[in-house]
């Protein structure tokens, strides 16, 4: 370190690099030179006089590859690109000239070194000018020299840097070798020169070379940009037959990158070419015929792996005009037709596992181009459509000598995936196979037939291990893209076969299921059911009340499980939507009786604003008979909600989403467009808009909620509707009015075209058209004006209510403050004689004054106080009194009461009671 220090470096130095076949460290010799300088190097070679020393040359070259073993550094770049140059024009003359030139090439390919942290920065433009410098030697007519150029790049962009500690100088990191091979657009060089070359050693490693280049999008545009792919196939195909098979490999490999991350459009431009297409075709055919060997058999899986992405990437391709649709169509139906064509008839599909694939992988690219009515004319020519349905068929009935039970279950499955892609564009064909009596056959053996264990091990056979979900699965898939053709012919034959009461019957038995593929079957089968019942009345009766009560099983029991996942969603929408279009007007007693009606305001009430359009519109639907009125109006939800205010509450949450304009407490802010939407507002201020575009108006009625709103509250009635908030009652006169506010959008939208249009109307439609607008913004006006009084009645209540509490407050303050002066009272009774005697004179003055008095004959009276009282204690409460012969009247309760007549008690004297 104080050699460093002082500026001097030692000429070997040694520091630590990390191995990473062996997770050590290793020792490493840096490259600090001084007698072996580049610069003087490259003196030696450029000088006059030391030019022709060739074996001082050499020598020198030698010891800078030996001391430079780990690599060079970044701030030699200019220099060691000096004696690259020297030494590429010296090896035509001199070929003893090349090996020091490749030794120092293979040297590049390492990690370049730096003196500081920031020369990575500092030589960032000098690296770019190397490499483009070192790659164009690739150009030179000499293959070792082209070999390691290819070495190199590949070097420096594929190896990960070693790991070296703090010690000595540390290697560019390998995302900036990366970083920096992407931006310099050296892959051009290498492309150009395959371009022009014949299959030979250097075109498989610049090809390789290429390969790895690939992984890189911007390296994929370049390669497409300069046409490669063209000639690429066309080396592909020759190479077929040759044994050069590492040509095939990697070219399907660059293909493969290619299309999968270039630029689409650029993918696009190159594999439209017919020629590159057909070349393509016949690699893939002679692997088809010639193929004997395991390594051929995958190399013709990753051919045709390469021609599905391209299938699926480039839909414009040429593969019919090319015969690669014939070549496809020939091979995936050999093995069950057995065609006589040449190109397969030596094909045999083995129990193997390259075949397998292989058969998949052939189908799945032919259901792919299968929306194409060329190609799928030629493919079902070629017997595609009975290939399939000839898997469609119970699997315990099946003794497959081709397949393994394992592989002929994945292969049964994908046949039902690709005719449920197939049948929607040849019903024709599908009915020419008896694809409904194969289909049913096998729907019911999925639900009735003998126990059968799936195997399970596959994409389609998700959820079938043990059982026969995933045939069942499939096959109700296949019967809904048949019916959503809604071909007559096609759904009365499956209606008559017995299709309603197949699926009621699977219905009933997965009922109970939670499984999310189960799930799914359940949800395609309402779909199926709700199709083929829509518009047929009989269709309706056969579902019948077994259907209907399956339906309010399945929407009591999803509600509680809504928002558990997807799944119960898609269940329920098609539970309302199968109830929507499968209970006939002859069954809503039955729908009413099993209490249709409060399961679907439960769940108008739960379930997410997506899911409440659907829902209301079935019971609006249901509303029609007279009978489900009186069940609509007795609901009642969480905290007794009525009906009313749920759909008040569904009013508010709409204009909400769609940008209504309101003032507070949803009162009308503007009275020229009551009730338009933030869309109908731009589109109103849109000059070329309106006479475009159909009308917003209309269309906000079938986009919304709102129309079936104010229905429902037609059929429920609008008035004496109890426990309705004052802002309840202001956005209920707004639904009163949905329907005239309506008109007047349609009459503005009218009035806004003949402006646009510059239709000038004569004078009784000017003045037509004016008294409409003044009724109209009147109607707004005055439904604003009435809002405004329902709130300020609502206000004086509360007014009025508050007035009443603080009465009752004031009352309590006087209530204590009388019992306050009481206790008072009574505290200065017992603490001052003087306010004792007086209390008592008021109560003896309170006491005359409440006695009644007669003019009558007074009688002896007594008094009832006792004078010259000596004791403490109170005297009692009651006096005897002696009984006198004659009764006397009583005119005041201190008298003596009349006498009693003689008889066996006339002695005992009488209790009266002192008043």
Known sequence: MASI?????????????????????????????????????????????????????????????????????????????????????????????????????????????????????????????????????????????????????????????????????????????????????????????????????????????????????????????????????????????????????????????????????????????????????????????????LND?????????????????????????????????????????????????????????????????????????????????????????????????????????????????????????????????????????????????????????????????????????????????????????????????????????????????????????????????LSNILLILSIICENDVHRKEIFGEEGIRLLLEFLSSTQSRLMSHLGYQKLLLSTVNAIWCCVSQLHHSYFLEYGGIPILLDLLDRCSPSMQNLVLGAILDLSEDPRSVAHIKTWRGAGQKTVASLLIQLWVSEEEVLGVRRGENNVISDVINPISSHDQLITSSTPNALSSAPSMAILDVSDNMRCKIFSLFNRIGMSDIPNLTPKKKVTLIIIENYLDFKVGEVWQEIMAEIAIDKIVPIQSDKDGLDKIRIILEAKAEAVKQRQLEILEAENQEELEAERRSYDQIRSNFLQWELQDAARTEYLNKTSDYESLQLSKQKKDAIREKSKTFQDTDVGLEHETLIRMLTTTVHSGRHVAVPLMDRPRSISSPHKVLPAIPKTDIADKSVSVSNS
């Open 5 to 293: 220090k002082s500026g001097h470096l030692p000429l070997m130095s040694t520091n630590t690099q990390y191995n990473s076949t062996f997770g050590t460290f290793v020792e490493r010799n840096l490259p600090v030179p001084v007698n072996a300088n580049l610069e003087k190097t490259l003196h030696l070679l450029t000088d006059p006089h030391s030019t022709h020393l060739k074996d001082r040359h050499i020598k020198v070259l030698q010891r800078i590859c030996r001391e430079y073993s780990d690599g060079f550094y970044l701030r030699d770049l200019v220099t060691l690109s000096g004696i690259m140059d020297n030494l590429s024009t010296r090896i035509d003359d001199e070929p003893d000239y090349v090996s020091p030139l490749v030794q120092i090439i293979m040297l590049c390919g390492k990690s370049f070194l730096k003196d500081r942290c920031s020369d990575d920065i500092t030589f960032e433009k000098s690296f770019l000018s190397f490499l483009k410098g070192i790659v164009k030697l690739v150009t030179l007519q000499n293959s070792m020299i082209q070999i390691a150029v290819t070495h190199a790049i590949g070097n420096l962009y594929c190896t990960p840097v070693p790991i070296y500690d703090d010690s000595g100088p540390q290697a560019c990191l390998h995302e900036y070798n990366i970083k920096t091979i992407e931006e310099s657009n050296i892959i051009c060089y290498f492309v150009e020169e395959i371009n022009k070359m014949d299959m030979c050693a250097v075109y498989q490693e610049i090809l390789h070379l290429i390969l790895f280049l690939s992984l890189s999008s911007s390296n994929c545009d370049n390669i497409l940009k300069l046409g490669l792919i063209e000639g690429l196939t066309t080396s592909m195909q020759n190479a077929c037959f040759s044994t050069e098979r590492k040509v095939l490999q990697l070219g399907v490999e660059v293909l493969w990158n290619v299309v999968e991350y270039g630029n689409i459009k650029l993918v696009r431009a190159n594999f439209t070419s017919e020629l590159t297409i057909t070349s393509l075709t016949n690699t893939l055919a002679y692997f088809v015929k010639n193929s004997r060997t």
């Open 297 to 521: 058999n995958q190399l013709r899986n990753d051919i045709m792996s390469v021609i599905h992405v391209i299938i699926l990437k480039v839909p414009k391709a040429p593969i019919l005009e090319a015969g690669l649709v014939k070549v496809i169509a020939l091979i995936a139906t050999q093995s069950e037709l057995k065609h006589s064509d040449d190109l397969v008839s030596s094909l045999q599909m083995k129990p193997k596992q390259e075949d397998f694939e292989f058969k998949k992988l052939v189908w799945t690219s032919l259901i792919q181009v299968c929306p194409n009515d060329a190609i799928r004319e030629t493919i079902l020519g070629y017997g595609l459509m009975e290939t399939l349905f000839s898997y469609v068929k119970p699997n315990d009935s099946v003794a497959s000598v081709a397949w393994t039970s394992a592989q002929y279950e994945e292969i049964q499955l994908q046949a039902l995936s690709s005719l449920e892609a197939l049948v929607p564009h040849s019903l024709d064909e599908y009915m020419l196979n008896h694809g409904n009596t194969r289909l049913l056959l096998l729907l019911e053996w999925s639900y009735n037939g003998p126990a059968f264990a799936g195997h399970g091990n596959s994409f389609y056979s998700e959820g079938g291990h043990g059982n026969k979900i995933a045939q069942l699965r499939y096959t109700i898939r296949v019967l809904l893209a048949v019916v959503r053709c809604k071909d007559e012919a096609v759904t009365e034959d499956l209606c008559d076969q017995g299709l309603i009461e197949s699926l009621l019957l699977v219905l009933k038995q997965h009922k109970g299921m939670e499984v999310m593929i189960e799930l799914g079957i």
